[in-house]
């Protein structure tokens, strides 16, 4: 982008998103189909073309601008035809680019001469922290995340993450422009993974990790769904995308290496060109969005490669080895104010993740219970880093549910 200042530079829409890939195609549907007018650019202007014929509108409600420029970049505006002929909101943008600091920070610093002073920023990153990119620009207090989740149309909630200079006024916005959407702004502090996917990230290593260790596909996937997660977490990291998964599993080991051992099979997918679902080759293939069946053949060839000692389990073994690294992570979020109350972890899960249950994800450990958790976390602590608890938080279990051992060990360190 330039760095000339222009005014109304994509004149009928004040929603600026930024990056035509998976992600941000996604974010573009969820906001046509809440009827909000936008102007979607990319570098690339075929990927916009793509993102926009993918939309399949109808043209008689929506208007379709041609190309125009954004700076440096190709851009299209999706207006509704019955939308007011003065737009009075002041402009959103909302970036889903490359995870990389040093180019967010260049789109960033010409964005906010670009649209003007009005303008609150927004990245949709998984994985950097806010307060750090917000460094380059001028006016950090008009900088945030709003990160959506994957599948964006399935999941209503929307991590809203203030850095340190973030202002109430960007807040406050950025949770009205959430609810434009039908979503529910999940407001979370600034830390490694936000909170969503600091919790995930075990989850699908340890998924990967079993899978390595001769655990079956189809019992993995059996165990999640039991626990109350909509999808394998095998398949979820394809839905995900092998890339963007692995550098917010980077982060989360980089930011906490005595919890995790990476599996080495995030990585190989990489390497191997199986980015995902979007690809139609990662963990399984795909033909037209329907997964194969069992594992891809390239898939079980990897598992092989980086096969390690095998192990026997029960569905339920499976089951806590996935959930409670997931426990022990919201603790230790809580602990560190990454969330205020303990009702944020449940609605993360069920908004966030899609988790499913007649229990909630906190009464999911209280229905299993202390000792059965406890005697996991003693059983596997040793083979499983993630599933090592501090000694506070077990002993808070000694003595109280899971769900309050919780808030006492926040209480107690």
Request: net charge negative; glycine share 6%.
């Amino acid at each position: 982008m330039d760095s000339s200042p222009v005014h109304d530079p994509a004149p009928g829409a004040t929603t600026y998103l930024i990056g035509a890939g998976v992600v941000g195609r996604a974010i573009l549907a969820a906001h046509v189909g809440a009827g909000v007018s936008v102007c979607m650019a990319d570098q690339q202007e075929a990927a916009v073309r793509d993102a926009v014929s993918e939309l399949r509108l109808d043209r008689k409600q929506w208007h379709v601008s041609e190309f125009l420029r954004l700076g440096e970049l190709a851009a299209i505006t999706i207006s509704r035809r019955d939308a007011p002929k003065a737009e009075t909101r002041p402009p959103v943008v909302i970036e889903s680019i490359t995870e990389r600091v040093e180019v967010k920070e260049a789109f960033f610093t010409d964005a906010e001469r670009l649209l003007g002073a009005d303008a609150i920023l927004c990245t949709n990153t998984s994985t950097l922290r806010v307060s750090r990119l917000a460094q380059c620009l001028s006016h950090p207090e008009r900088f945030c995340a709003m990160h959506f989740f994957m599948p964006v149309i399935g999941r209503r909630a929307v991590e809203l993450v203030p850095g340190d200079a973030t202002s109430v006024e960007t807040i406050e916005r950025s949770v009205d422009h959430i609810t434009r959407l039908g979503k529910e702004p999940l407001i979370v502090g600034d830390g490694p993974g936000f909170l969503v996917n600091r919790m995930l990230s075990p989850y699908l290593n340890e998924a990967m990790a079993m899978l390595c260790r001769g655990v079956a596909a189809e019992q993995i996937e059996r165990a999640a769904i039991g626990f109350g997660m909509p999808v394998s977490p095998l398949e979820l990291i394809d839905l995900i995308g092998a890339q963007t998964a692995f550098l917010a599993g980077r982060v989360y080991w980089q930011s906490f290496p005595a919890r995790v051992d990476p599996s080495p099979l995030l990585p190989a997918l990489v390497k191997h060109k199986r980015f995902g679902r979007a690809s139609g080759a990662g963990l399984y293939d795909y033909c037209e969005d329907i997964r194969s069946d069992d594992l891809a053949p390239r898939s079980v060839e990897l598992c092989d490669r980086y096969r390690r000692h095998e192990i026997s389990l029960r569905d339920n073994e499976v089951m806590l080895i996935l959930s409670i690294p997931m426990w022990i992570e919201a603790a230790l979020a809580h602990r560190d104010g990454i969330v205020g109350h303990v009702d944020q972890i449940d609605i993360a899960m069920r908004d966030g993740l899609g988790f499913e249950s007649a229990r909630s994800f906190l009464e999911f450990f209280d229905s299993v219970g202390s000792q059965a958790m406890l005697d996991a976390i003693v059983q596997w602590g040793d083979d499983v880093k993630s599933m090592r608890a501090p000694e506070a938080l077990q002993l808070a279990l000694r003595s109280a549910t899971p769900r309050e051992a919780l808030i006492q060990f926040t209480q107690s360190t």
